[in-house]
């Protein structure tokens, strides 16, 4: 590690040389750097260089020849300057979850999760085994939650299917033995450093792997509500939507969705509906795909006992039994088109690339699913010579979200229990806020932690007493996905989305101190903590939506169904216009914003396509 590094980290996590788990997390660091993107780590780094030079120029000595207490004076320096101090809450991150992860790791070790049972067999073939020429009745791009009910549709309406997946399988056994930080930078795009940029950047993980992000969401399973079904049909068309009910039943089903049991919710979900409750509020434990839930607070990094219902779990080992076969390390380079087919272009099968390899291998087949994202769709489309209607890539809604932590006067120890355990659905329907209460695995929610140095070592060990609460607004469509061979997400919050963010921290914290919060962190730069509603209003009347920590999730729309050809790359039935053979699966085919977590949404939406297409 650099000395610029090893600098940093010894001045955030105020290192005196006295505890056993801070002098692992530079190595740890690096770990978590190695999975993003070389731009995210150069970034990184250059940060960190600045930071030293700035020691250098105050001092004459780097970071890591000072004492602690120097250190510290330099960090205090650095706070005292607002852009310097945005700089420090960026670079703070990454440390933050290295450091985190070692110390509870050390000190916490969770205990050892038990399988419920062993996971269903799945076809998987890696792609350097797959043959250089092959033939299918159907080939789908992508093994999350469109592609993989794509998948089992299509297999069990006797369609020869191969279904090609980017990411890895990866089995129960496997989330059992390494920390939860391991698992996410393996488990995630780019480890978990997607990025929307814009005004202010905008974090976007989504999952890579066999499964897709079902495998690494929290497992909340809301039915789309009515009023969005029948704004789909109305004011886009897309008519698939009025008959989608018998379609969520059979998702549900599938995926044995539930109301979560409280016996396993955790101290984080009991405060949400305590505070809930003290307001008069309407607030529930959420539906869940998860029966048997043991509370291990780890469903984004892969469930260590099977309890979730992931895709590969659940739709996936009957679309193989039913004759479908999986090829992973499949990067699908383009859609192969027929552009002299009578009746115009028709698409004859895929060209893909063997991930770690430079050779390729071609699939030809009539019927081609895309399901790959709403983020990497567009893209695959541009690389195919099918990129050329102008709302492409465009119409992008991503739930923006903030956080909000509550200090209590009694250990919560937030990350034992259901990671996103109860929804409070009071501001929903009228506002667009949806509010959960969500904590982080172990080791994995230090990022909303104020201070710097010996403050912020203080924040980590008292970390115990925190509640944590997400709100996600359902927002206009601010987004566009740009790129061929990459993708590039665009995102500018709008006006009336920053003002439903501002509208949702006053809520979130309103229901932590109604459950008894002695102070609230806010998450904004200058003002990390207050200690009364009072406070948090004058706070907030101040403050701008892009000063808080802010991520994004469900990215939909991209290549949205609808009637009006001028404004829907996909027709009403989810066929890409301009080319035959060729149906949109995945959550790029949503109008608009679904306003819920969408998994059951898109995994609906994508048996209704392909069963229009069978029928």
Same mark, same amino acid.
Request: no cysteine; glycine share 10%.
């Given at each position: 590690m650099s000395a610029a590094l090893a600098g940093l980290v010894a001045a955030l996590v105020a290192d005196d040389g006295t505890l056993e788990w801070a002098e692992r997390v530079p190595a740890r660091l690096e770990t978590v750097l190695a999975g993003m993107p070389s731009a995210v780590r150069t970034a990184f780094r250059a940060g960190a260089h600045g930071v030293d030079a700035f020691a250098r120029a105050r001092t004459g000595r780097r970071l890591t020849d000072l004492t602690p207490g120097e250190r510290q004076t330099v960090l205090d320096s650095l706070a005292g300057r607002p852009a310097l101090l945005r700089l420090l809450e960026v670079l703070k991150v990454p440390v933050l979850l290295a450091a985190g992860t070692e110390r509870t790791a050390r000190t916490d070790p969770p205990a050892r999760a038990v399988p419920l049972r062993s996971d269903p067999p799945l076809d998987c073939t890696p792609a350097s085994e797959w043959p250089a020429r092959s033939t299918a009745d159907a080939v789908v791009v992508g093994s999350g939650a469109g592609?993989?009910?794509?998948?089992?549709?299509?297999?069990?309406?006797?369609?020869?299917?191969?279904?090609?997946?980017?990411?890895?399988?990866?089995?129960?056994?496997?989330?059992r033995d390494r920390t939860p930080l391991e698992r996410f930078t393996d488990l995630y795009r780019d480890g978990g450093a997607t990025v929307a940029v814009g005004r202010a950047p905008v974090l976007l993980p989504t999952g890579r792997a066999v499964g897709g992000t079902t495998l690494v969401n929290s497992g909340t399973c809301y039915r789309t509500p009515e009023h969005v079904l029948a704004r789909w049909s109305s004011a886009f068309g897309f008519t698939l939507a009025d008959g989608l009910d018998p379609f969520l039943d059979?998702?549900?089903?599938?995926?044995?969705?539930?109301?979560?049991?409280?016996?396993?919710?955790?101290?984080?979900?009991?405060?949400?509906?305590?505070?809930?409750?003290?307001?008069? +509020?309407?607030?529930a434990p959420l539906r869940r795909n998860a029966p048997g839930c043991r509370g291990s607070c780890q469903c984004v990094v892969g469930c260590p006992t099977g309890a979730k219902q992931s895709v590969q779990l659940s739709v996936l080992p009957d679309a193989c039994a039913a004759g479908a076969r999986i090829v992973t390390g499949a990067r699908v380079e383009r859609i192969l088109v027929d552009p002299d087919r009578p009746g115009g272009p028709r698409a004859t099968g895929v060209r893909v690339h063997r991930d770690g390899g430079s050779s390729h291998f071609e699939i030809l087949a009539p019927l081609v699913v895309v399901a790959a994202g709403a983020l990497q769709s567009p893209p695959l489309l541009r690389r195919s010579g099918l990129g050329r209607h102008p709302r492409l890539g465009r119409n992008l809604s991503v739930h923006p979200a903030t956080t909000l932590a509550g200090r209590f006067s009694e250990p919560v120890t937030a990350w034992k229990g259901v990671l996103q355990s109860?929804?409070?659905?009071?501001?929903?329907? +009228?506002?667009?806020?949806?509010?959960?209460?969500?904590?982080?695995?172990?080791g994995m929610g230090t990022f909303v932690l104020p201070g710097l140095g010996a403050g912020l070592r203080r924040e980590l060990d008292d970390a115990r007493r925190l509640a944590t609460l997400g709100a996600m607004i359902a927002d206009l469509p601010s987004g566009r996905v740009l790129g061929r061979s990459r993708t590039l997400v665009r995102y500018d919050l709008h006006r009336r989305d920053a003002g439903r963010l501002?509208?949702?921290?006053?809520?979130?914290?309103?229901?932590?101190?109604?459950?008894?919060?002695?102070?609230?962190?806010?998450?904004?730069?200058?003002?990390?903590?207050?200690?009364?509603?009072?406070?948090?209003?004058?706070?907030?009347?101040?403050?701008?939506?892009h000063e808080l920590h802010l991520s994004a999730y469900h990215p939909t729309g991209t290549v949205a169904a609808g009637a009006d050809p001028q404004r829907s790359p996909a027709d009403a039935a989810g066929r890409l216009r301009g080319v035959h053979g060729v149906l949109i699966a995945d959550a790029s085919v949503l109008p608009c914003c679904p306003e819920v977590n969408p998994q059951v949404s898109v995994m609906a939406a994508a048996l209704a396509v392909t069963d229009a297409a069978t029928g």
């Open positions: 592609g993989a009910m794509a998948a089992r549709t299509l297999a069990r309406a006797g369609l020869d299917v191969v279904v090609l997946e980017e990411g890895r399988h990866h089995g129960t056994d496997s989330f059979e998702v549900e089903r599938t995926l044995s969705v539930a109301r979560q049991p409280q016996d396993v919710l955790g101290n984080n979900g009991r405060i949400a509906l305590d505070g809930a409750r003290a307001l008069g +509020w309407t607030a109860v929804g409070v659905e009071e501001h929903h329907r +009228w506002h667009g806020i949806l509010i959960e209460a969500t904590a982080t695995p172990p501002i509208r949702a921290v006053r809520a979130m914290g309103e229901l932590l101190f109604a459950a008894g919060a002695d102070e609230v962190l806010t998450g904004v730069p200058g003002t990390p903590r207050v200690h009364s509603l009072e406070e948090l209003d004058e706070l907030l009347a101040r403050t701008d939506a």
